[in-house]
C-alpha cells in the first residue's frame, strides 16, 4: 500500500469511526499526523481546493479507473516507481507520487489531458480527499474556518453531484489497489 493510500484510508477510518479526543482534531493535527514529512505537511497546508482543480481531480480519476480496468499492473508499477524516487521516504509522498505518475507514460498522458500536473492532482486528491471524509463523517468539529471544508461544503449542485460520483470512483480504485 503507497503512503498515499495509507494516508488517506487511515484518515478515513479516522475521520468516520473516532469520537471522544480525537473528534477535536484539527485538520493540522491529523495531517500532520497521517504525513510525516514536513515539506507534505507545508503543501498540504497551503493547498486550496478550487472548481478547476476539483473538477480536474474528478476527471482525471474517472480516466484512471478505466485505466486500472485494463493494465492490472498499473498500482503496483506506481508504487515502485514512488519507492524509487524516494527510498529513505526524505523527498516526500506528494514529491514520490507526483513523479511516479508523471513518469508513467498512460498516467502521464491523462494528467496532459487534463491539464494538471502530478503535484496538483496529488495535493488536489489529498485535500480532496479530506475535505469529502470530513464533510461526510461531521465527527470533526472547530473546522469551520477550515478553506478546504468550506469550500467542500459550499459546492454547488452540479459539482456536488460530480463529487458524490467521485467517491464511488475513489472506492473502485481503491479495490483495485490503485493508492492515487
Partial sequence: MS???????????L???????????????????LITNAPDQRALAKHRLTVTNVRQLFAVDRELLKLTRNVPDLASRVLE??????????????????KACESVPEIAQILG????????????????????V???????????????????RSLGPALKAEAEDWKSVREEMNQRGWTR
Avoid: C
Fill in 3 to 13: 503512503r498515499i493510500l495509507h494516508s488517506i484510508v487511515l484518515g478515513s477510518v
Fill in 15 to 33: 475521520s468516520v469511526s473516532i469520537a471522544g479526543p480525537l473528534a477535536q482534531t484539527s485538520r493540522d493535527n491529523l495531517l500532520s499526523a
Fill in 81 to 98: 516507481l514512488e519507492k524509487r524516487f524516494d527510498p529513505d521516504g526524505q523527498a516526500g509522498t506528494v514529491v514520490a507520487a507526483a
Fill in 113 to 132: 489531458g487534463q491539464k494538471i500536473a502530478g503535484r496538483e492532482y496529488v495535493l488536489t486528491k489529498m485535500v480532496a480527499t479530506f475535505a469529502q
Fill in 134 to 152: 470530513v464533510s461526510d463523517s461531521g465527527t470533526f468539529h472547530g473546522e469551520e474556518s477550515d478553506p478546504s471544508l468550506q469550500f467542500w
